[in-house]
């Protein structure tokens, strides 16, 4: 019960996380989920006792699986060179010269530990480092470089971390005896990957062409796949990361180039292994943030002469001892790469840049969680705590510098001369522009097919068509070109609320509805306006009516819902005429107002009255459809005809944006997947 308990937790807290990053667009999730793990451990103290047996088994294999899985293609092969050069040369050389680095600023610290420190703060987190490049711009280049060698960097600093390890738990070292161990275990856990990940591929693939499985099943024995291969490379003592990143590539291309296997099971298991990354990466930062007090505690009680301040102190030094091995040695390949190319410019701005994009992240924490408590001699680790300590802050340290500094250097360092657009630049659009464009194309289309005989379907089609372009424009509009657009739909919807409760007001009156269905009805409206006015962060004046009176009146008017005596079909049909009545006062409201400001209005004041006159007519359709006389059958057939004529008209517009070079490849391909997903979601749905 108590490890059902921490689940249910723990993916609370990744949860909450995800929210408030919302919020917090400049702070990467991984730092506010350490903020969350740190806030209960201190304030409720909360603390989980980890075994660190199982938890590269449980948390590594799987994040690495993923990883592999996805791997950019394209960009790892251009730019292998730098990739695999620091994905091993610089891995191996921040061992070396960072754990002699920190074994002689901490005195107290032995020297395998101190290379465990080092070899496990050589892998790099391509997660943070991209969420922190939305915001500032990055040059692609050098993401790609990090998401390159976060894909191999990962297996080669596990290594070394595994060796560094193993030589203080058995307290002997020996250069042969661990190169040896070294090549055998790479070259075996290479092996071991590529024959388990094509015997699983074919046994997959054999059965879906057999059917004896579906792509579900096949999925749910991928996310099987990476911890058996690692229990099995493990068990003939070869590297178990290595077997498990060479088993995923070898999967990665095999499946996509298998035809019979490249659609429902490619986006099924893509799907599935993200929200499967998503949460095993939030589980391990929050656990760090859990961890943490433990660490200064437990530190702090086996050694009283480090105090708190020097563990800080340890930790920066630390963190900027990495960070300037990384950027020397990004310097040394600038210089290299002007050997080859010539008009390659040295700069130490773009040294340091990629210097601040080697963020650590999941992978170090799970390694350095996955120490053991003691050694073969039965003694405590030594400074395991301490280790800890250092390994969790130089995560935080980078995740700030970070987000300080990348700003500052992305920056141009002066003001570029205005030049001459090329023609396919000047017209190029950003890709939100353009899937907004492609849905109101859609838009218009349906709007063509708009008969009294499907007035209520097509009406119903093109208000999700208008709420989706919303959320777009909500995520990608600025801030003040947004705020005109909302602010000049609160302004009709305002105008359209007044005539609504105009309509129940007369309607009361008449005594055609209940006081109940009135107050019901004008509750309705008063909770439409709240969220309007929030929406443009306009404090509604009702909210100040927020008091005890007020909870007690909707608890009484709930208590005359619940034991009315009134008949439910009357009820029923009070609520329907309501309905119809206001929706039909809001759209002669929007009528009224576009015939007495025709060609005064903008395009902006044009578009909030359409997107309104849609909804209200949507809402009088459904209140007109007659269910005794419709064939449900030939309504979803309709529906269905509709909604693949959008798609259709959707690809024709993306086409279109693609041929007269409005858009670049990569954002038509992303606008194409959206397309594809939402008509895979509907025809899943409409089967059902």
Do not use: C
């Not at 990090?146 to 971390?161: M, P, Q």
């Not at 002007?338 to 650590?360: D, E, H, P």
């Not at 935080?396 to 250097?409: D, E, H, R, T």
């Not at 041929?659 to 509907?682: C, M, P, T």
């Amino acid at each position: 019960m108590a490890i059902l308990e921490t689940i249910i937790g723990l993916t609370l807290l990744v949860v909450i996380g995800n929210v408030l990053s919302h919020f917090l667009r400049r702070v990467p999730v991984s730092l506010i989920q350490i903020t969350l793990g740190l806030f209960i451990a201190v304030f409720f103290g909360v603390k989980i006792n980890l075994d660190s047996h199982w938890f590269m088994l449980l948390f590594v294999a799987p994040l690495l699986y993923s990883d592999a899985w996805n791997f950019p293609k394209r960009e790892l092969w251009n730019l292998k060179g730098p990739i695999f050069g620091n994905a091993i040369l610089l891995v191996f050389l921040t061992t070396i010269i960072g754990g002699y680095g920190i074994y002689w600023l901490i005195p107290s610290m032995p020297l395998s530990v101190a290379f465990a420190i080092a070899a496990i703060l050589s892998p790099t987190d391509p997660v943070a480092v991209a969420s922190i490049g939305q915001e500032t711009k990055l040059p692609p280049a050098l993401m790609h470089l990090v998401s390159g060698e976060s894909l191999i960097n990962d297996a080669s600093g596990l290594v070394a971390f595994k060796f560094a390890i193993a030589a203080t738990v058995s307290g002997t070292f020996s250069l042969a005896h661990a190169t040896s161990d070294f090549l055998y275990t790479t070259l075996v856990g290479a092996v071991v990957g590529i024959v388990l990940g094509l015997l699983m591929t074919r046994l997959q693939s054999w059965l879906m062409q057999e059917q004896a499985t579906n792509a579900v099943v096949n999925v749910v024995t991928n996310i099987l796949t990476p911890f058996l291969i690692y229990q099995i490379a493990e068990g003939v003592h070869a590297s178990g990361v290595i077997a498990v990143v060479i088993a995923a590539i070898v999967q990665n291309l095999q499946v996509k180039g298998n035809r019979a296997t490249s659609g429902e099971y490619y986006l099924v298991n893509r799907t599935t292994w993200q929200v499967f990354s998503y949460l095993m990466n939030g589980f391990i930062f929050i656990l760090l943030g859990i961890e943490l007090p433990v660490a200064i505690n437990v530190h702090a009680d086996n050694n009283q002469l480090v105090p708190i301040s020097m563990l800080f102190l340890y930790a920066f030094l630390t963190w900027f001892l990495i960070f300037m091995i990384r950027v020397v040695w990004s310097y040394l390949n600038q210089i290299w790469e002007k050997r080859r190319v010539k008009s390659t410019v040295l700069s130490w701005k773009n040294a340091f840049m990629a210097g601040l994009t080697g963020v650590r992240g999941a992978v170090t924490m799970a390694g350095v969680l996955s120490v053991p408590a003691f050694i073969d001699s039965g003694a405590p680790f030594p400074e395991r705590s301490m280790m800890l300590f250092i390994a969790a802050m130089v995560i935080v340290i980078s995740l700030l510098a970070a987000i300080v500094l990348l700003p500052l250097l992305a920056k141009p360092s002066k003001p570029k001369k205005k030049m001459t657009v090329p023609l396919d630049v000047a017209k190029h659009m950003s890709e939100p522009r353009a899937y907004t464009y492609v849905l109101q194309t859609a838009v218009g289309e349906l709007e063509h097919e708009l008969k009294a005989s499907n007035a209520s379907i097509v009406y119903d089609v093109l208000t999700a068509y208008y709420t989706k372009i919303r959320r777009i424009q909500m995520r990608s509009l600025q801030e003040e070109k947004l705020q005109k657009i909302l602010r000049t739909e609160l302004k009709f919807r305002m105008i359209a609320l007044n005539a609504q409760r105009e309509a129940l007001t007369q309607l009361h009156a008449e005594h055609q509805i209940s006081s109940l269905v009135y107050d019901s009805e004008n509750r309705r409206l008063d909770r439409i306006e709240d969220d309007l006015s929030q929406t443009v962060r306009v404090r509604s004046q009702r909210q100040n009516k927020f008091n005890l009176e007020h909870l007690w009146r909707k608890a009484v008017r709930a208590i005359r819902v619940w034991v009315s005596h009134t008949d439910s079909d009357a009820l029923r049909a009070e609520y329907e005429l309501a309905a119809q009545a206001t929706a039909q006062a809001g759209l002669t409201a929007m009528t009224d107002y576009a015939q007495l400001h025709a060609g005064s209005m903008n395009r902006t004041e044009t578009t909030a009255i359409k997107h309104l006159k849609v909804l209200f007519h949507s809402r009088l359709a459904n209140q007109h459809r007659n269910v005794k006389t419709v064939n449900k059958k030939s309504t979803k057939v309709l529906r269905r005809e509709l909604a693949l004529k959008g798609y259709t008209a959707q690809r024709s517009a993306l086409e279109h944006l693609y041929e007269a070079g409005f858009i670049d490849e990569q954002s038509a391909v992303k606008i194409r997947q959206n397309i594809n997903l939402d008509e895979a979601s509907y025809l899943a749905q409409d089967s059902e």
